[in-house]
């Protein structure tokens, strides 16, 4: 559909902004161009639009030139919305996304408006939410209304290939999924053609079927699709540390940022836990959250989580906690060392060595038959120890993630026999063992 070859050109002939640049998009497919500030993105939509002078190179649209195409061939074939501000535009709604429908039309006064123009132009004013306020002068819409009104007036030009600049940009992130959404079905169901510049990383994973990243107007690379393996590579072009996780749901890459004013300090377990007990519950506190992989009746997945109760109760307190529910019960960890020793040895293992502490907690009602295993600690191990145990003892979710030494996996599952909660005291061990071959202290002591 569109074939940029190499590219190079700018706002005057002297200065090049985009250089030697190549890259295609197929019919029916969404392509999300990527990039810092300033790297060029606005600059390719507007000469891919024949807006800036070409120095080197073509662009080709259906294998044609784009010089070949005339004003109006080329607005029926490709539309544009972009963040240019059109607010000082006395019109109403309507006659804004009317003006999507010029090459249709012989003159430019609306009163030649033909049935299919009117069709085409209150289809895009629904699909985009705006028909309500068709009578309203543009100026008075807000900035979220103001863009999707401009998609609209872009859809009515009924293009091949939709060309958008930040189309996301003043949306809620309601009015920004059902924008995504409607473009994806666009595609779908019209086989429309999309080149969005997205600064979110994350909204173009998850809807772009390829992205391209720019780099001072060259083209870094072309992805289909994120994977962790390019964490490193968009870290450098935006020149920020970026973290590539799983998506919890999907099977997308998502990015976040690791904020530094919220450095994160080793916590030593043993003076950041409390531990309240009552006739029917009883709860484990930390005084900050803890990386938590968790089946347990509330809270499951991986997050971060503060305080573990075993209860009758069937509800959990809310915030940043684990329920584990129970008929009968019981901690079987002690910070004191108040349980009778043997009891404690069973149960749970806490050593503290080389300044980081390890603890798990296993508790199994026989009453129920539902077993409880909890791993803390402050240690920097890798997730896949964790994960690792989470297999062994047949936990239900898991996801690898890079951790930063502060790790707490907590799960239940329905085991009915005393061999299974073996296997569990067996993993939690194996685990500490782990933890400690990897600090080089093999003869820490289990207390
Ligand atoms: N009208 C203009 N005349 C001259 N240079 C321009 C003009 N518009 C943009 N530039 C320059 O071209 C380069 C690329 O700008 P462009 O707007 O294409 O970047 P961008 O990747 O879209 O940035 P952003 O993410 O900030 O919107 C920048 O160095 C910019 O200063």
């Not at 109760?313 to 809310?318: C, P």
């Amino acid at each position: 559909m569109l074939h940029v070859k190499n590219l190079t050109g700018g706002y005057d002939d002297k200065k090049a902004v985009i250089k030697d640049l190549s890259f295609s998009i197929e019919k029916g497919r969404f392509f999300a161009l990527i990039g810092p500030n300033g790297s060029g993105k606005t600059t390719i939509i507007r000469l891919i639009m024949g807006a800036l002078p070409i120095h080197n190179g073509e662009i080709l649209f259906d294998a044609k030139p784009l010089a070949s195409y005339s004003q109006r061939e080329l607005a029926k074939k490709a539309a544009v919305m972009t963040q240019e501000n059109e607010a000082g535009l006395d019109f109403s709604v309507e006659e804004i996304v009317m003006l999507g429908r010029y090459p249709y039309q012989k003159t430019l006064f609306f009163k030649e408006n033909t049935q299919a123009d009117l069709i085409a132009a209150e289809t895009a004013m629904k699909q985009t939410s705006v028909w309500e306020y068709r009578k309203r002068p543009y100026h008075s819409l807000s900035g979220g209304e103001k863009q999707r009104v401009l998609l609209a007036k872009a859809l009515a030009q009924e293009p091949e290939l939709l060309l958008l600049d930040e189309p996301t940009n003043h949306l809620d992130v309601k009015h920004t999924k059902e924008l995504l959404e409607l473009l994806k079905k666009l595609q779908k169901d019209m086989n429309l053609t999309i080149l969005a510049i997205l600064h979110d990383l994350n909204l173009a994973s998850l809807y772009a079927d390829s992205i391209g990243l720019l780099k001072k107007g060259e083209l870094e690379g072309k992805y289909e699709g994120l994977h962790l393996q390019n964490e490193n590579s968009f870290s450098n072009v935006y020149e920020v540390k970026l973290n590539f996780t799983s998506h919890p749901s999907v099977s997308k890459t998502q990015i976040s940022l690791s904020p530094e004013y919220m450095e994160e300090k080793p916590v030593n377990l043993l003076s950041a836990v409390q531990i309240q007990q009552t006739e029917k519950a009883a709860c484990i506190k930390m005084d900050k959250p803890f990386r938590t992989l968790s089946a347990g009746a509330d809270g499951k997945g991986l997050h971060w989580s503060r305080q573990w109760i075993f209860s009758q109760a069937e509800q959990a307190e809310t915030g940043e906690s684990i329920f584990f529910s129970s008929k009968q019960p019981y901690i079987l960890w002690s910070i004191d060392a108040k349980l009778p020793k043997k009891e404690l040895r069973q149960n749970s293992f806490i050593v503290n060595q080389s300044g980081f502490t390890f603890c798990a907690i296993v508790s199994h009602s026989p009453y129920d038959g539902k077993v409880h295993a909890a791993i803390l600690t402050d240690a920097p191990l890798d997730d896949s120890d964790i994960i690792n145990l989470a297999l062994k003892i047949n936990a239900v979710k898991c996801r690898v993630e890079k951790n930063f030494g502060k790790i707490v996996v907590g799960m239940q599952k329905k085991q009915q026999n005393q061999a299974d909660q073996e296997r569990i005291f067996e993993a939690a061990e194996e685990l500490l063992q782990t933890a400690l071959k990897r600090l080089e202290t093999p003869n820490a002591a289990f207390r």
